[in-house]
């Protein structure tokens, strides 16, 4: 209860409870639902699953690209009105994609939400929880967890709309909430640096801090430094888990439409989608836990064979029968935790935190690179097959080769071997 109340009292309680909000909305409410228009927008425009995937790769990659801008804008600008303007931004492309009739003016308007997106919403958790919290791990990680709150809630209300009023008009829903939502905490909740208004950064653990300082002079954090790790088979190895992990990212855009496959209504598509983003809540939250309690390794191969299962209950069951589906999807959302946390654990385990940000940096760009790319190779697979069971199968064994490389770096590295106390999280 004291911690609560020392983090209530400071000014990063508020800030904490803007990014949430941001969080919900942007991912949750926003992002996270995409994949419901698939079929929707597919069967309005005339198009084929590989073109309607593509605007999801352009959006996804020059989102991406476009990350490392903002942290660099973020220190100069003023971020009241930064925000502002990305959250009008995303308001503006919402209501806009919801007047399109054709493809090039979705691909248009989906290189604007790329470039808002990058701006204004892929780096802003780690960015300014870094600079309010000293230790910023668990405070990014509630934060990170609001986005499969507000997919969650919010894929079976947008099914709903789908289905009884239009896809355009759930649009211009997911605009308002925009405007309610994201505009007021852009101008009273969210700053970049307790600098802007004079403040401290929260310390949770001022004895810990006391104790880090005092022993910092007797050596240097332990681990690769840039030079080293490029020349060590670890660092490939971890490439290797970037590649394949990143399917389970981009599946997210297609499992709607592969339900919809199976016989389910839209409104049932929207509520048994719904079941990966809580997987996706609590797997992000499970497998911090596991990972502090059974090891990294251990907890990789654990979240192997729930996606194996769930990949072959997927390709086996082609009826919609909702419990099974469901428990299907939501193992299929946990195993999403392989890139939004075990891509950063792994890197800290094999690497080590002697440059530790420069190393992660690399597999991290790879995985959201790859992601966005996934989503348009489903896409032309489907077209291809006209079945996502190869889709599934390809995931499958992905997940497996990730697992394999991330076992295999955990081993080679002498940073694990000599201290594997450190190659776990702290619970």
Not at 62 to 76: C, D, Y
Not at 95 to 116: A, D, E, K, T
Not at 155 to 177: C, D, E, H, K, T
Not at 364 to 378: G, R, W
Request: with cysteine.
């Amino acid at each position: 209860m004291n911690q609560i109340q020392k983090l209530s009292a400071h000014p990063a309680f508020k800030v904490l409870i803007g990014l949430c909000i941001y969080n919900f909305v942007a991912y949750g409410v926003l992002m996270n639902t995409f994949g419901q228009y698939q079929i929707p927008i597919i069967e309005t425009l005339g198009i084929s699953r590989t073109l309607y995937s593509s605007v999801t790769t352009a959006r996804g990659i020059l989102g991406a690209l476009i990350t490392n801008v903002a942290a660099r804008l973020l220190p100069r600008v003023n971020t009241k009105i930064y925000y502002l303007v990305m959250s009008l931004g995303l308001a503006a492309c919402y209501f806009g994609q919801s007047l399109i009739n054709s493809y090039s003016m979705l691909l248009v308007i989906n290189i604007l939400m790329g470039v808002v997106y990058g701006l204004g919403v892929y780096s802003t958790m780690q960015v300014i929880t870094a600079q309010w919290f000293l230790n910023p791990a668990k405070y990014l990680g509630i934060a990170t967890m609001m986005n499969g709150l507000g997919s969650g809630l919010f894929s079976p209300i947008m099914g709903f709309m789908i289905q009884n009023y239009s896809w355009r008009f759930a649009m211009r829903v997911q605009s308002l909430i925009v405007i309610l939502l994201m505009v007021p905490v852009s101008l009273f909740l969210i700053r970049y640096s307790p600098k802007e208004i004079g403040a401290q950064q929260f310390d949770d653990s001022p004895e810990k801090t006391a104790a880090a300082k005092a022993a910092a002079p007797q050596g240097e954090a332990s681990g690769f430094t840039f030079k080293e790790a490029i020349k060590h088979p670890v660092f490939f190895l971890m490439i290797v888990f970037a590649i394949c992990s990143s399917l389970l990212s981009g599946v997210m855009f297609h499992v709607p439409a592969a339900l919809t496959g199976k016989g389910f209504t839209i409104l049932m598509v929207g509520s048994v989608t719904a079941f990966f983003q809580w997987g996706m809540t609590f797997g992000q939250f499970f497998m911090g836990q596991a990972d502090a309690r059974i090891g990294v390794g251990k907890t990789t191969a654990l979240y192997a064979v729930l996606v194996l299962i769930s990949c072959g209950i997927l390709i086996v069951i082609n009826q919609p029968i909702v419990w099974i589906l469901a428990l299907a999807v939501f193992m299929l959302g946990m195993g999403r935790a392989y890139t939004t946390v075990q891509c950063a654990v792994l890197s800290k385990s094999v690497f080590g935190m002697k440059e530790y940000s420069k190393l992660f940096s690399i597999p991290y760009t790879v995985t959201i690179m790859l992601s966005a790319v996934s989503a348009t190779l489903m896409g032309y697979l489907y077209d291809l097959t006209q079945s996502y069971n190869g889709v599934f199968t390809v995931i499958g064994v992905s997940t497996v080769i990730a697992c394999i490389a991330a076992i295999a770096a955990i081993s080679l590295s002498p940073y694990s071997k000599k201290k594997p106390s450190e190659a776990k999280i702290d619970g």
